[in-house]
């Protein structure tokens, strides 16, 4: 696989989890409605997709090794990669109760970032252990702040 696309699938893979997973939970702890999480499921979906590509596009081109192919490259795959992954969470949502669908998210989006992670590592030669437990760290940060601000603005304005 090219170098390019590894940058747009990585990136586009591990935001698409995170941002998605935090709005998710934001907006389930925020307003407790199945129609809330799927819009926000959606907006990460195409608004931080192209977002995302941009910010990696002008990222690949301050580099000025990157040809112009491998910088759409880069930006292409994270656009559909985010897409593609957030898009992914909505499934869950449209066929279980809210509550149950948040769990089932998690685990899905935990299991891909092992997995993914398990195949950076050793692609680099390095401990998957260590790679996964500092990048679900993060993940889980993400997630118990995005909870609680989910709390603060159910407490001050629901």
Same mark, same amino acid.
């Given at each position: 696989?090219?170098?390019? =696309?590894?940058? @747009? +699938?990585?990136?586009?893979?591990?935001? #698409? *989890?995170? &941002?998605?997973?935090?709005?998710?939970?934001?907006? %389930? =702890?925020?307003? @407790? +409605?199945?129609?809330?999480?799927?819009? #926000? *499921?959606? &907006?990460?979906?195409?608004?931080?997709?192209?977002? %995302?590509?941009?910010?990696?596009?002008?990222?690949?081109?301050?580099?000025?090794?990157?040809?112009?192919?491998?910088?759409?490259?880069?930006?292409?795959?994270?656009?559909?990669?985010?897409?593609?992954?957030?898009?992914?969470?909505?499934?869950?949502?449209?066929?279980?109760?809210?509550?149950?669908?948040?769990?089932?998210?998690?685990?899905?989006?935990?299991?891909?970032?092992?997995?993914?992670?398990?195949?950076?590592?050793?692609?680099?030669?390095?401990?998957?252990?260590?790679?996964?437990?500092?990048?679900?760290?993060?993940?889980?940060?993400?997630?118990?702040?995005?909870?609680?601000?989910?709390?603060?603005?159910?407490?001050?304005?629901?």
């Amino acid at each position: 696989m090219k170098d390019s =696309v590894k940058v @747009g +699938l990585g990136f586009g893979l591990t935001s #698409g *989890i995170i &941002t998605t997973l935090g709005v998710m939970i934001g907006l %389930d =702890v925020g307003t @407790g +409605l199945k129609l809330a999480v799927i819009g #926000g *499921i959606l &907006t990460v979906a195409i608004a931080d997709a192209f977002s %995302d590509a941009l910010g990696i596009h002008i990222s690949e081109e301050s580099n000025k090794k990157n040809s112009h192919k491998a910088i759409w490259e880069s930006t292409i795959a994270t656009f559909f990669t985010k897409l593609i992954v957030a898009l992914t969470f909505v499934i869950p949502i449209l066929f279980f109760n809210l509550k149950s669908a948040i769990v089932i998210n998690l685990v899905w989006g935990s299991l891909l970032l092992i997995v993914f992670n398990y195949f950076l590592a050793k692609q680099r030669g390095e401990s998957p252990m260590k790679i996964i437990i500092s990048h679900l760290g993060i993940a889980i940060v993400v997630i118990i702040s995005t909870y609680f601000v989910g709390r603060l603005i159910a407490t001050y304005f629901g």
